[in-house]
């Protein structure tokens, strides 16, 4: 048998998680989560609140958060049948059209409609080659973004066993959001409040927005035995001037740069020259994070626990190190931390 570095398969990213752990329900308060801190250097893990951040981040640090906007993508409706089905938004694609999933697959081929709401139809136009749909929003006189955002739910991710309630219109969203364009939150950020936000200002902290649209591909588990065989989702990002100026301030400075979720991680490496500094733009990425890679523009990385055999534990991974990242996990698991979007949170420092 062929030996292999240890991370370098699929296989090496399973763990077992208790299904008790997964977070159904956001913490009553959003800084009181539980932050797992993890020192890469000595291999220490801390036990801490969120709210305790403040203590790690120094003054004139870099705070980078994606500032995207999550969508009420899922429409949930009636076929002509009078039967159910859903039509899960993914992108736009320009003249009332979308990428979406569908549900049931089987029923709603091209030519078909799902009825939303009132002066709200979906209409089914053809498959992409990835067996997604092209769909046409019929919203009549009401522009499709009201429409969307009157009629639609907040696409809460599939291990959230429930459906979306009232209170998730405000948890599943960062107090920063401004951008609309997500169809999952950039989850690290949910632990933030308006207080936590304005202590690290007053304390010299630099904030920086980038925008990151999330799309579903991030919670799509990697299939292949070797990750580099894996193909990976695009998603697209705007980082600004001010941005980029922000980072390289911190960054000539001696101060370090965080990245508050990983998907500011992908924006900031994607965008990264070779010294560090960040070039501002707009464009797609499909940049996949795994060991080994040289980080260029993220010193701290703060992040939720993610799923057995996905590209975000595998680029926990690479910033941690394998080794010390399933064995903060372990100890995660072993504590009772609450897992994944609406659960607890770790530091990478």
Known sequence: ????????RTADYDFHLPESLIAQRPTERRD???????????GRIEHRHFRDLIEYVAPGDALVVNATRVMRARLLGTRDSGAPGEVFLLRPLGEARWEAMVHPGGKLKPGRVLHVGPGFDVEILEVTERRTRVVRLLTG?????????RFGHVPLPPYVHRADEPTDEERYQTVYARERGSVAAPTAGLHFTP???AALEAKGVRRAELVLHVGAGTFKPVEVDDPAAHVMHSEWFTIS???AATIAAARASNHAVWAVGTTSCRALES????????APGQAETSIFIRPPYAFRAVDRLITN??????????LVAAFAGYDLTMRAYQEAIDAGYRFYSYGDAMAVV
């Open 1 to 8: 048998m062929t030996s292999h570095a240890r991370g370098a």
């Open 32 to 42: 009181a989560s539980r932050l797992l801190v993890v020192h890469r250097e000595s």
């Open 141 to 149: 006189d009401l522009p499709a973004e009201e429409a969307i955002e």
């Open 195 to 197: 207080a936590l936000l």
């Open 241 to 243: 001037e001010a941005v």
């Open 271 to 278: 965008a990264a020259r070779a010294d560090g500094t960040v």
């Open 305 to 314: 626990f993610h799923l057995p055999r996905s590209t975000l534990v595998m």
